[in-house]
């Protein structure tokens, strides 16, 4: 796997953590971490090594505090509206990645950076944790799909609320909007957590996880019908030998063997 200059790379029994690595910024995503981010993604969407990511912050105080402010100030009116694309069509990327994404999150979840764990598959957070899109604050909104993505995670009426008052909320809230799927005591927990959860979904057919995420996303993909999605993909995995493996392992009442074939 190549060397990249923000991000710090750990592949561990197919689990790779990806550690975005920018402590003294609070990980803050500059230009580089985001097109880093992108060429990771690209490198091991092929690898079979890579069974799944754990997405994670450098230290103990965040995971991600938001874009890095000190680049955005200079942004203008001319290349804000490119840069948000390319921001988001990294986040796109990470959406629907073919192998699950879990965001391991270790404190400020702000801006962009709560952009990005809600990009991820699954959210599990230490309680220490802070969520918020505070960017009214610095005179802008979201941009990096938050206004989307927020909504669709926790509602309109909380969306609204978050974005409209740019408050930080504590993770127990987070919790019971929905924002994160749990929440553990430290960070000790938040890798067990997330390696727990990962060793499940890998343990299942490749493949069956891969149309399972393009299904669920096809909810808000425009255009798209989602049950006909849902359908044509079932028809596929039916061709499967995980498929036969499965059905087989069950009525054997074995534990079955995957292959993602
Ligand atoms: N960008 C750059 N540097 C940051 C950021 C950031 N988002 N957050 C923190 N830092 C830096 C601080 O400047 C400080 O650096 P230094 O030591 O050199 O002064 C260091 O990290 C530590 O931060 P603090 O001293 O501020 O630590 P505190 O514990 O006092 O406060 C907070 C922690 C509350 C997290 C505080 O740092 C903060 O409010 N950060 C900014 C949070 C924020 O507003 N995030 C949203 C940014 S905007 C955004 O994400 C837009 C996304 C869409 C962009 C689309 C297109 C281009």
């Known amino acids: 796997m190549s060397d990249y200059t923000t991000l710090l790379l750990d592949n561990h029994e197919g689990i790779l953590t990806i550690t975005i690595n920018r402590e003294k910024s609070l990980n803050s995503l500059n230009q580089q971490t ?9 490198e ?10 754990i997405l994670t912050g450098a230290g103990d105080k965040a995971f991600v505090a938001g ?4 680049e955005l100030a200079e942004v203008n009116q001319v290349n804000a ?5 390319s921001g988001q069509e990294v986040f796109d990327i990470i959406e629907r990645f073919s192998k699950p994404v879990i965001a391991a999150i270790n404190g400020y979840t702000l801006g962009g950076g709560c952009e990005l764990a809600m ?4 959210r599990v957070a230490t ?12 005179g802008l909104i979201p941009g990096y ?3 989307q993505r927020l909504t669709q995670l926790v509602g309109k009426g909380k ?4 974005i409209l008052t740019g408050d930080i909320v504590t993770s127990d809230r987070a919790l019971t909007f929905g924002l994160v799927n749990y929440l553990v005591p430290d960070p000790v927990a938040l890798r067990q957590k997330c390696l727990d959860i990962m060793n499940k979904i890998i343990s299942k057919a490749p493949m069956a996880i891969s149309l399972a995420i393009d299904c669920i996303n096809a909810v808000h993909t425009s255009g798209e019908n989602g049950y006909q999605t849902e359908a044509n993909s079932f028809g596929r995995l039916c061709g499967t030998d995980d498929f036969k493996e499965g059905t087989k392992a069950f009525i054997e009442k074995r534990t079955p063997t995957f292959t993602g074939k």
């Open 67 to 70: 874009a890095d402010i000190k």
């Open 81 to 85: 509206r490119g840069l948000a694309e």
């Open 34 to 42: 985001l097109q880093d981010l992108k060429n990771i993604l690209q």
């Open 119 to 122: 990009a991820c598959h699954i």
């Open 145 to 147: 799909g938050g206004t």
């Open 44 to 53: 091991i969407d092929d690898d079979e090594s890579v069974k799944g990511i």
């Open 127 to 138: 309680v220490a944790s802070k969520f918020g899109l505070p960017e009214v604050s610095l």
């Open 159 to 162: 969306a609204m609320e978050m």
